[in-house]
Nanobody
Framework: QVQLVESGGGLVQPGGSLRLSCAAS????????MGWYRQAPGKQRELVAT???????NYADSVKGRFTISRDNAKNTVYLHMISLKPEDTAVYYC?????????WGQGTQVTVSS
């Protein structure tokens, strides 16, 4: 079993920056994919960015060029550095991990972009 704990969410003004962190614990097995999804009010959960252990990345078009995902494999921690934030980025951000065929989700952290 893998537990995912997110941190770093909060309130930020448009154009501002935040860094989200997610630490995975509870398993010695390799976590093949880690990443982030988000869910805005009234919308479905959507992919933000993912990263494999080999550092292959995948970004949603809406965040490409503004968000950067990084991963510390030794610490089983994934980060999401967000810059040039827009009100449309407001959502609950969920950490995601895939270990072989099993998916895990964090509890979510709120990101609010507003003046």
């Amino acid at each position: 079993q893998v537990q995912l704990v997110e941190s770093g969410g909060g309130l930020v003004q448009p154009g501002g920056s935040l860094r989200l962190s997610c630490a995975a614990s509870g398993s010695g097995e390799s976590i093949h994919i880690m990443g982030w999804y988000r869910q805005a009010p009234g919308k479905q959960r959507e992919l933000v960015a993912t990263m494999t252990t080999a550092s292959s990345t995948n970004y949603a078009d809406s965040v490409k060029g503004r968000f950067t995902i990084s991963r510390d494999n030794a610490k089983n921690t994934v980060y999401l550095h967000m810059i040039s934030l827009k009100p449309e980025d407001t959502a609950v951000y969920y950490c995601y991990a895939r270990q072989w065929t099993t998916d895990y989700w964090g509890q979510g952290t709120q990101v609010t972009v507003s003046s």
